[in-house]
């Protein structure tokens, strides 16, 4: 894939604000975004600074709050849809056969860091600080797993409060299935 470098970013629209501003700056900043992308990029930039705008804004009512919500999620969609098309997004990159970064470093397994703290070619702080990531990483991954399980278990007792309030006498209907 051939790419032409932009030699010079061009002037902002008026009217940007510091969202749509750092947007431009950095999508300008890509080697593949070029003046000809300046329809799209203003478009996200305005997007940007649409949704920092309304969510920084308050309402008071619940209706209020979950338009804002349902918009901001549309927002999201848009701003997401545009950056695939602008191919600032790594999918799209990928797809276009865009390769981005250095060469990747790879990253040595726990064993592989065991055996090398044995070997005496890491000491026990070199040990640790490589270890720091994938425990942060655990840790983490457990945290999501807890609030998981504590919403499947809210879940299951209100639902178990809606069928009770439904049906007071305790009866289950029968179903057709059933003898």
């Not at 032409?4 to 750092?22: I, N, T």
């Not at 865009?98 to 070997?119: C, K, N, W």
Request: proline fraction near 6%; hydrophobic fraction near 35%; charged fraction near 30%.
């Amino acid at each position: 894939m051939t790419v032409a470098v932009v030699d010079e970013v061009p002037d902002p629209p008026a009217g940007l604000g510091e969202a749509g501003r750092q947007f431009w700056a950095d999508a300008y900043g890509q080697p593949w975004v070029s003046v000809s992308d300046r329809t799209m990029v203003q478009l996200v930039a305005r997007k940007l600074d649409e949704r920092e705008q309304l969510s920084s804004e308050s309402f008071s009512t619940a209706a209020d709050q979950w338009r804002k919500h349902r918009t901001l999620k549309e927002i999201d969609r848009d701003v997401a849809s545009c950056l695939d098309q602008l191919l600032l997004t790594p999918n799209s990159r990928q797809r276009a056969g865009i390769e981005t970064g250095g060469p990747s470093q790879e990253v040595p397994t726990t064993l592989e860091l065991m055996l090398a703290q044995r070997r005496g070619e890491i000491s026990r702080e070199e040990y640790e600080l490589f270890m720091e990531p994938e425990r942060a990483r655990q840790a983490a991954e457990l945290k999501e797993q807890a609030q998981r399980e504590q919403l499947e278990r809210i879940s299951d007792a209100s639902l178990n409060r809606i069928e009770a309030l439904m049906n007071p006498g305790g009866i289950r209907p029968k179903l057709d299935d059933q003898d």
